[in-house]
């Protein structure tokens, strides 16, 4: 239903922008976010977007270099990831909620791509 694009291995500093495009069954209007997972860790939350695109929420930690956005018309949503840290590298997934709440929690996604992995170099 969803398949993310775009990760990859770059420097620090570098940019990178995922794309989660939704494919067959329409998800158009959920929330869209994307979770991040590190080696052992558990999903953390990185950003979401609402169905409309006017309102979105950041985890602290990428606050000011990420941004999330969406196009409806194509079914796709972006993760512009800019001035990337070492701290970065993880598998990015993308998530899409019927709930209208931008919520943090992995467990209020009901619909999961597949991650790709970025990694980032000092």
């Known amino acids: 239903l969803l398949q993310a694009y775009g990760g990859g291995s770059v420097q620090a500093g570098d940019s990178l922008r995922l794309s989660c495009v939704g494919i067959?069954?329409?998800?158009?209007?959920?929330?869209k976010a994307w979770f991040r997972q590190f080696p052992g860790k558990e999903r953390e939350f990185v950003a979401a977007?609402?169905?409309?695109?006017?309102?979105?929420h950041y985890a602290d930690s990428v606050e000011g270099r990420f941004t999330i956005s969406r196009d409806n018309a194509e079914n796709t949503v972006w993760l512009q990831m800019n001035s990337l840290e070492p701290e970065d590298t993880a598998v990015y997934y993308c998530?899409?909620?019927?709930?209208?709440?931008?919520?943090?929690?992995?467990?209020?996604?009901?619909?999961w791509g597949k991650g790709t992995l970025v990694t980032v170099s000092s």
């Open positions: 067959g069954r329409t998800l158009t209007m959920y929330t």
């Open positions: 998530a899409a909620s019927r709930e209208f709440a931008l919520s943090v929690s992995s467990h209020e996604y009901e619909y």
């Open positions: 977007i609402h169905g409309h695109g006017r309102t979105t």
